[in-house]
Structure formats: structure tokens, C-alpha cells
Nanobody, 134 residues
């Protein structure tokens, strides 16, 4: 069973930066077989896809509201996914969740994972809180 543990959230001032980490583990787990993504949910709002990456790393999706400010990356040796968040805004305040979707042959796109996540197949982390405030 796959387990995802996020870290790196916290309080930051507008314009500041944070880097979120998501460490994956479990029997046979390897990032080579999973699409990975970051989602967020603010109070009173629906969950939204922030950034997703295919298992090959060739396909990367960013939502319009983070494009140019956030960067997703992976360290496959550590089975860890990162989300570098720069130029943070108050509206970025949310709980951020890491997600893994088993896709060993790359049949599905990064955009698809972020825009139409299938809860029946996705493993979610517990979330990490990000607060952007002065």
C-alpha cells in the first residue's frame, strides 16, 4: 500500500517562498510507475489541481493560477516530489495535498490527473497547511 507524507508547509508573508515535499513509500513503490500531483483546498472551496507530472516527467501541468510561480520536481532516488512555491499570494492559502496515481505505461496525461482526478484510483497524503499572510 502506498503512503504519502507531505512536509514543508507553514506561515509565510506575501511574496515569500516555500518548498513542499512529499515522500512516497510502500511495497514496490517507485515514482517511475506513478503520475504525481499537488492539489489544494482552501476553506469553503472545492479542491483544485495545482500541478501534476507524468511518470516519465515529460508531461507537466500547471494550473493558470500558479503558472510561472510554482515548480514541480522529483527526486526518484528518494521517491520524493517537491513543489517550489515562489511569489506567494494570500489566495494561495490552503491545505496542500500530494497525490499519486498508478500509471506505469504513461497512458494518462498530467493535465488529466490535475483536472479530472479519479478518487477511486488516487492515493492522497494527509495534507500540509500553507498560510500566506502579513
Amino acid at each position: 500500500q502506498v503512503q504519502l507524507v507531505e512536509s514543508g508547509g507553514g506561515l509565510v508573508q506575501p511574496g515569500g517562498s516555500l518548498r513542499l515535499s512529499c515522500a512516497g513509500s510502500g511495497s514496490g513503490f517507485t515514482l517511475d510507475n506513478y503520475r504525481m500531483g499537488w492539489f489544494r483546498q482552501a476553506p469553503g472551496k472545492a479542491r483544485e489541481g495545482v500541478s501534476c507530472m507524468s511518470e516519465s516527467e515529460f508531461s507537466i501541468y500547471y494550473s493558470d493560477f500558479v503558472k510561472g510561480r510554482f515548480t514541480i520536481s522529483v527526486d526518484k532516488a528518494k521517491n520524493t516530489v517537491y513543489l517550489q512555491m515562489n511569489s506567494l499570494k494570500a489566495e494561495d492559502t490552503a491545505v496542500y495535498y500530494c497525490a499519486a496515481d498508478y500509471d506505469p505505461i504513461g497512458a494518462n496525461s498530467a493535465r488529466g490527473m490535475c483536472t479530472k482526478p479519479d478518487d477511486g484510483f488516487i492515493t492522497w497524503g494527509q495534507g500540509t497547511q500553507v498560510n500566506v499572510s502579513s
